[in-house]
């Protein structure tokens, strides 16, 4: 070969690489086009393959665009994760990868990268990427509740989440005791290049007495899923249902004195069965009572009775006897009855439950009743000495003719100065003369009244006040028939006019 000939075969090469043509040349990086799909827990193959003019330097795979991160494979073996591995080794051309037991943070675009030799390398060369979505089931749903209990009336928040599946499609709903809840919309993360989801669905249940047995579900569709994936949570978990507290006592109020008496405290309604009972006597701890089992109600709540047994005696009337319950460790409800004791019932006919009100009203009619007595006995008492009154000098004076000591009978003498007169409202008539008294017996003596013009000495007249005496006119009657020896009687004669 001639000197021209050598020259042409040195230049060959530099004239070729300024062509146009000598680009088709030039090293290219070809990846499988995706996407490519598969489920979690297989083998994702990648394929990677050089062609053109051989450069010096490494070739690296990346998921994502950021170089600075580590390198999903590396020719240096300390840079690749253990589950990478190459297809053909030690191919200049071939760089294909594979990736064992796939997982949903594996999904995302991956970059075959060509580096020239340098210090540093650079990128020279980088496929278009290859996009990666990783199928993955949803974990089992996890409802969360309130941190406490919540009390009956009051609402709760309630979290179900789940995680780590792919696509991000997914349905949740909510159910209370088979019956379906609405709830805001599902939440789901992230938003941006998804690796794996997680989704949050929340709702607010208002609780009541009757939720102790209650339960609210949680239920996921994913069209990774064969059958939904359900998650249950009992509402009695996380409800508190205040007590009920009522006192009653047997016998009803008021007692009886001396009675014996039952004081009641009923706790009903309550849950859970966490509480305690204590008795209180006028604002002061006292003897504990006698607690009967706790029993549970066909709703699943709780009632307890606790009862004090007492005699009612009058240090205790009016007494304030308090049931006091705390519950669930929430301020204690208390329950206040003020004991009433009445007076001992009597026997003849009064009712044994007589009470204060009516003792008052037994006590009144007495006292009514005693001056009724006292009254009557000092009309009776100015009766009687009206009556004496009457029979005194200075109010009426019979002249009775002295009892004779022989015992003969006597006839009255009319005397002018012992004459004595009754003003018995008459008209004034002339002084008649006293007729004389015929004493049939020898031990009847009379008194004779007659009606005229008082005798001018007023110093020895006498009046006789007749307003009490009631006198009336009639014929003359005869005298009265013997009587014994010891009777005596007075005969008042009136005159027509």
């Not at 990677?48 to 665009?65: I, M």
């Not at 205040?242 to 009886?256: A, D, G, R, W």
């Not at 009336?472 to 005869?478: C, D, G, N, Q, T």
């Amino acid at each position: 070969m001639d000197a021209r000939g050598l020259w042409t075969c040195l230049l060959l090469p530099l004239l070729l690489g300024r062509w146009p043509g000598a680009r088709g040349q030039d090293l290219e990086v070809l990846q499988t086009p995706g996407p490519v799909s598969l489920s979690a827990g297989e083998t994702l193959a990648l394929n990677c393959t050089l062609t053109g003019l051989s450069l010096p330097g490494g070739v690296r795979w990346y998921k994502g665009l950021d170089r600075n991160q580590q390198p999903i494979y590396s020719e240096k073996a300390s840079q690749s994760i253990p589950r990478v591995t190459r297809v053909v080794p030690e191919s200049g051309e071939d760089f294909s990868i594979r990736i064992s037991n796939i997982r949903p943070e594996d999904a995302g675009t991956y970059y075959c990268v060509k580096f020239r030799a340098g210090s540093p390398e650079k990128e020279y060369r980088s496929g278009k990427g290859t996009v990666v979505s990783v199928i993955a089931t949803p974990s089992q749903p996890l409802i969360s509740g309130p941190p406490s209990r919540v009390t009956s009336g009051a609402s709760a928040t309630f979290n179900c989440t789940s995680d780590g599946f792919s696509p991000r499609d997914i349905e949740v709903t909510w159910y209370k005791d088979r019956s379906p809840i609405s709830a805001p919309p599902t939440i789901v993360l992230p938003e941006g290049e998804s690796t794996s989801y997680q989704a949050f669905s929340t709702v607010d249940v208002r609780l009541t007495d009757k939720d102790v047995k209650s339960q609210l579900t949680c239920q996921i569709r994913h069209r990774t899923l064969k059958a939904s994936l359900q998650q249950v949570f009992r509402l009695g978990d996380v409800l508190r249902v205040p007590p009920k507290v009522q006192l009653e006592t047997n016998p009803s109020l008021p007692i009886p004195l001396n009675a014996s008496v039952r004081i009641t405290c009923n706790v009903e309604g309550f849950y859970p069965n966490d509480t305690s009972l204590v008795w209180l006597e006028n604002s002061r701890k006292t003897e504990e009572g006698k607690a009967s089992p706790m029993i549970q109600n066909p709703a699943g709540t709780f009632s307890l009775k606790n009862s004090l047994e007492l005699t009612a005696s009058l240090e205790k009337n009016k007494t304030v006897f308090a049931c006091q319950v705390t519950h669930n460790s929430q301020p204690p409800v208390t329950e206040e009855l003020t004991l009433e004791v009445g007076v001992q019932p009597e026997k003849d006919g009064i009712s044994d439950s007589a009470g204060p009100g009516d003792t008052t009203v037994f006590i009144v009619v007495a006292l009514v009743c005693a001056l009724l007595v006292v009254l009557v006995i000092a009309v009776i008492y100015l009766i009687k000495a009206r009556q004496n009154k009457g029979k005194d000098s200075t109010s009426v004076r019979l002249h009775e003719s002295e009892k004779t000591s022989g015992g003969t009978n006597q006839v009255l003498v009319p005397d002018p100065n012992n004459v004595e007169y009754a003003d018995l409202n008459f008209d004034k008539a002339p002084k008649k003369s006293p007729r004389q008294a015929v004493e049939p017996s020898q031990q009847s003596e009379y008194a004779s009244i007659q009606t005229g013009q008082p005798a001018p000495n007023d110093d020895n007249v006498t009046y006789a006040d007749l307003d009490m005496v009631h006198l009336s006119k009639a014929p003359k009657r005869p005298a009265p028939k013997p009587e014994e020896a010891s009777s005596e009687y007075a005969s008042v004669q009136v005159q027509s006019k």
